[in-house]
């Protein structure tokens, strides 16, 4: 592979705009200020009194409150940019992180985009144009095929010859897709045909896009990801990998680092090919290459994240770094800190994190509303990161993920102590969450185990069935009940508590606080 080599001039970065919202514009806006870089926030109309814009050190509305008409306008982000003076752009995750377009335009405008080249993220962005590129650079992908030239299949019968050739079990994917979407399983030749419709109308749909292809459906496999970083001079490192198998139609709920089925030498393997996949598509800042990990430990090349991803507190934790002030140094023109003798010296322990989402623990339905009473885990290796705060209301435009709870340990069985310690100590009144169901989680067998897959949830009835509650979560109700009648707030009948007995939720004024809409300090 030859490498264009440009020469890179160093720049400072003084003043970031966060494109994003919620926990990750939070934890966006704590490295900007540990580095002593001005923060700029954004906020749609609902968001006016989110977390994050009470921590900017600037804030700036951006329209409506759905994300079509805020958070994803490239002009008002744009415009917002050069109203604040600020010099780059750090997307988080969603919206507009991966989105070429949005980055060539940022080019265009002289603003710094935290992230990857247009080029990565337009080339991984379609899972055919992946597969080609992996297959030629010999990274193991899922013995499949995408039809003419590697673009797609046109008709349903020459994908059918592949599926034959491929042999069933298969799956038909959007090449647009990821995340599961326009994804079909195909267990034998006759359910074919339906399913190939289904699923191009599906990533027509979702995509605009209805190009497939078809792979060998790789059964109960694990998902394992590895974070690589790159800079601007060619360089490029690996750290480890996160295992996110627990996880229920396509949404992540707990990854951990390390995986419990990687072993030095494998860690080593994919960490090279990862690197490969990397330098393949000339690749700059905070990636993830996914793999699929079948259980005799052969592994398969499924798709490149180009952004930082949710749970990367947890490689956080166990190299003891801070991938958000790598990103910086890397967007700056700076070599990488650490070169990868020394990130492999640093790995130490087990770091774990559960993903509270706003939902109804059972159903698993989206639960918005006002968080009136918060207390939140801290003591010993916890980390909170979160965007939740007494008062402030959960609405039902956006993600539902409020807080990632993260927990280190020198072992797993550590992590797994200190994680149920500080899921114990939640209260939280006003909505629902899933803390409860983390709780059976964390005691249940396969997982303490570390024995899980992709598929554990779904086929779990148990894990997503609560218990009959005990005597300490009751316990818990009584006390959150008997602080808010101290307090005097709302009566406490029906209160409800996670881990606690179900019961309406408590409604009552909501504390709002009046904030203008641009403050500078
Ligand atoms: C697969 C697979 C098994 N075999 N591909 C789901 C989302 C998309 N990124 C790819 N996915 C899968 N692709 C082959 N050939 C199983 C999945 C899969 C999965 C992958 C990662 C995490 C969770 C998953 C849950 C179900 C299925």
């Not at 491929?166 to 090449?175: D, T």
């Not at 003891?320 to 130490?348: C, F, M, T, Y």
């Amino acid at each position: 592979m030859v490498r264009a080599m440009a020469i890179h001039k160093e720049v400072a970065i003084r003043r970031v705009l966060i494109a994003n919202r919620g926990e990750i514009a939070i934890r966006i806006i704590r490295t900007l200020r540990e580095l002593e870089i001005e923060s700029v926030a954004v906020f749609s109309d609902v968001d006016r009194c989110a977390a994050h814009v009470l921590l900017a050190d600037m804030a700036l509305p951006i329209g409506a409150a759905p994300a079509a008409e805020s958070y994803l306008v490239m002009d008002k982000i744009i415009a917002a940019c050069k109203e604040s003076g600020a010099d780059a752009v750090h997307p988080g995750y969603g919206f507009l992180s991966e989105n070429a377009v949005f980055a060539e335009r940022l080019e265009k405008e002289g603003i710094i985009l935290i992230g990857p080249p247009a080029n990565a993220m337009r080339l991984m962005g379609s899972k055919t144009e992946a597969r080609k590129v992996m297959l030629e650079s010999n990274i193991p992908v899922v013995p499949g095929e995408s039809g003419p030239g590697g673009n797609g299949f046109d008709d349903a019968v020459s994908a059918m010859v592949a599926a034959e050739s491929i042999g069933y079990p298969v799956l038909i994917k959007a090449a647009a897709g990821g995340g599961g979407k326009g994804m079909r399983m195909v267990e034998e030749k006759s359910a074919f045909e339906a399913a190939f419709a289904g699923a191009r109308r599906e990533a027509l749909n979702a995509f605009g896009d209805d190009t497939v292809f078809v792979e060998k459906a790789v059964i109960r496999p694990r998902h394992v990801e590895i974070q690589v970083f790159a800079d601007q001079h060619g360089n490029v490192v690996h750290l480890g990998e996160r295992d996110c198998s627990m996880q229920r139609r396509h949404q992540k709920v707990i990854e951990e680092s390390p995986c419990p089925d990687v072993s030095e030498e494998l860690r080593q393997k994919m960490g090279e090919v990862a690197v490969t996949a990397a330098k393949t598509c000339n690749y700059v800042g905070a990636g993830t290459v996914e793999f699929l990990l079948t259980a005799t430990g052969e592994f398969y090349f499924l798709e490149m994240n180009t952004r930082l991803q949710v749970e990367h507190p947890v490689t956080e934790m166990v190299y003891g770094v801070d991938l958000v002030a790598w990103q910086i140094l890397v967007a700056e023109g700076k070599p990488l800190p650490l070169s990868q003798e020394e990130i492999n010296q640093r790995r130490r322990g087990v770091a774990m994190e559960c993903r509270i989402y706003a939902e109804d623990p059972i159903r698993f339905l989206p639960s918005p509303g006002t968080i009136q009473t918060l207390r939140v885990p801290a003591g010993p290796y916890v980390r909170d990161d979160s965007c939740a705060y007494e008062g402030v209301e959960i609405s039902m435009y956006y993600d539902p993920l409020i807080s990632k709870l993260i927990t280190w340990g020198d072992t797993r069985e550590q992590v797994i102590a200190r994680m149920r310690r500080a899921l114990a100590e939640y209260r939280v009144v006003g909505i629902e969450t899933n803390i409860s169901f983390h709780q059976r989680v964390m005691t249940h067998p396969s997982f303490v185990a570390g024995e899980y897959d992709t598929g554990t949830i779904e086929r779990d009835e148990e894990l997503r069935t609560p218990r009959i509650a005990k005597g300490t979560e009751l316990e818990a109700g009584i006390a959150v009940a008997a602080l808010r009648d101290h307090m005097g707030g709302p009566k406490s009948m029906g209160a409800e508590v996670d881990g606690a007995t179900n019961g309406a939720t408590m409604s009552g004024s909501a504390w709002r606080s009046p904030l203008p809409t641009w403050r500078s300090r």
